[in-house]
């Protein structure tokens, strides 16, 4: 009789183990699985524009300097260059000098935004990151960190002359 209360303790353990945030699950109401279609593809910036919380302004500004900043090669990169003599960069530049003059400009234009809004654009436009990653890592509360985004990049289209 021990033996079959014990079996019967595990399972009823087993069927109700919380989850990780530690509060208990009610399984009885489950919500339906849904499918969502992600675009791995997208920029947290075009994520922003296509949900109309920038503008077309802003979002030009935006890809202005993630442009720069990808030709400056700020970026990870996880393997070698196999291709660096054979780059063009349309321009008739050299490649290298490709490189740093668009480092200049990118540094140019986030010292035009100034220090307290670099940081978040840096992180959303050039980094990649999403808003709530920016927002913790900041140390934001919530939703703070669009409303300095949308200011740093109205000086960023300022400084680019975007009308």
């Known amino acids: 009789m021990a033996k079959a209360l014990s079996e019967q303790a595990n399972r009823v353990l087993v069927e109700r183990a919380l989850p990780q945030d530690g509060a208990p699950r ?34 030009e500004a935006g890809e202005r300097l993630r ?18 003599g054979a780059r063009s960069t349309g321009d008739g530049l050299d490649p290298a000098l490709a490189q740093i003059a668009a480092k200049r400009r ?38 703070a960190g669009r409303v300095v985004l949308t200011l740093a990049l109205d000086r960023l289209a300022d400084f680019y002359r975007l009308g």
């Open 67 to 84: 442009g720069d900043w990808t030709m400056a090669g700020l970026g990870p990169r996880v393997t070698m260059r196999w291709d660096a």
């Open 106 to 143: 990118m540094e140019a234009a986030l010292d035009a935004v100034g220090p307290g809004l670099r940081d978040v654009l840096w992180r959303i436009v050039c980094a990649g990151e999403g808003m709530e990653t920016a927002e913790r890592a900041l140390g934001w509360p919530a939703r």
């Open 26 to 59: 009610d399984h009885r109401r489950r919500r339906p699985a849904r499918n969502v279609t992600v675009n791995l593809a997208e920029s947290p910036l075009g994520w922003l524009k296509a949900r109309g919380l920038v503008d077309a302004r802003q979002y």
